[in-house]
Nanobody, 121 residues
Framework: QVQLVESGGGLVQAGGSLRLSCAASGKIFSINAMGWYRQAPGKQRELVTSITSGGATDYADSVRGRFTISRDNAKNTVYLQMNSLKPEDTAVYYC???????????????WGQGTQVTVSS
């Protein structure tokens, strides 16, 4: 089956940087859009950024200019480069991908396990 595995979270000082990775594995026919969500304690999960199979990107206003999403289709991996981090960026970050498995005719959303990002002031 298909699964997404995230890595790269951690603790950084304000103004620092982190790079998150999310790799899809399993019997994959195709991967369409991929993206990153985040959820802080007591708050709703929000879409941070997304990228289409063709490379078109979109960003939440709160991260535009500081975060960059990219993907390596050969590795079935999406990345999130986070620069100029602020304490407000502290959250659990979740990878999401719309994937059609080889054994299933229709694509579905898949989620990573989440990785903690903590930014100290």
């Amino acid at each position: 089956q298909v699964q997404l595995v995230e890595s790269g979270g951690g603790l950084v000082q304000a103004g620092g940087s982190l790079r998150l990775s999310c790799a899809a594995s399993g019997k994959i026919f195709s991967i369409n859009a991929m993206g990153w969500y985040r959820q802080a304690p007591g708050k709703q999960r929000e879409l941070v950024t997304s990228i289409t199979s063709g490379g078109a990107t979109d960003y939440a206003d709160s991260v535009r200019g500081r975060f960059t999403i990219s993907r390596d289709n050969a590795k079935n991996t999406v990345y999130l480069q986070m620069n100029s981090l602020k304490p407000e960026d502290t959250a659990v970050y979740y990878c999401n991908a719309h994937i059609r498995p080889r054994v299933v005719s229709l694509a579905s959303d898949y989620w990573g396990q989440g990785t903690q990002v903590t930014v100290s002031s």
